[in-house]
């Protein structure tokens, strides 16, 4: 059975930084293409990075240059370190896993496997 666990969440004045984590059980985090999405309050949720297979990373453009995708396949953990915080990145953030084709690793891809997600507070 697949899991993922997010970590990391919390408050944090604009301007400052988190990383976040998620860790996943079940199946090699090197199998899928890999995402976090956040939803803000009366938002809808949206893609903010993904990580192909082969570790090729895409951002939404409102993250670009702050935020960083990685992972470290020995732990089977995702992350994403979020630099540059500001109010408007105030959501609740969610991991998320895709097995099939997982080189083809778009922002927004349908994805098959989600943790339950961790808030991230960004205040001014």
């Known amino acids: 059975q697949v899991q993922l666990v997010e970590s990391g969440g919390g408050p944090v004045q604009a301007g400052g930084s988190l990383r976040l984590s998620c860790v996943v059980s079940g199946y090699p985090v090197n199998n899928y293409c890999l995402g976090w999405f956040r939803q803000a309050p009366g938002k809808e949720r949206e893609g903010v990075a993904a990580?192909?297979?082969?570790?090729?990373?895409n951002y939404a453009d409102s993250v670009k240059g702050r935020f960083t995708i990685s992972k470290d396949s020995t732990k089977n953990t995702l992350y994403l370190q979020m630099n540059s915080l500001k109010p408007e990145d105030t959501a609740i953030y969610s991991c998320?896993?895709?097995?099939?084709?997982?080189?083809?690793?778009?922002?927004?891809?349908?994805?098959?496997?989600w943790g339950k997600g961790t808030l991230v507070t960004i205040s001014s």
């Open positions: 990580l192909s297979s082969g570790g090729n990373p």
């Open positions: 998320a896993a895709a097995i099939g084709t997982p080189w083809n690793c778009p922002i927004g891809r349908a994805m098959d496997y």
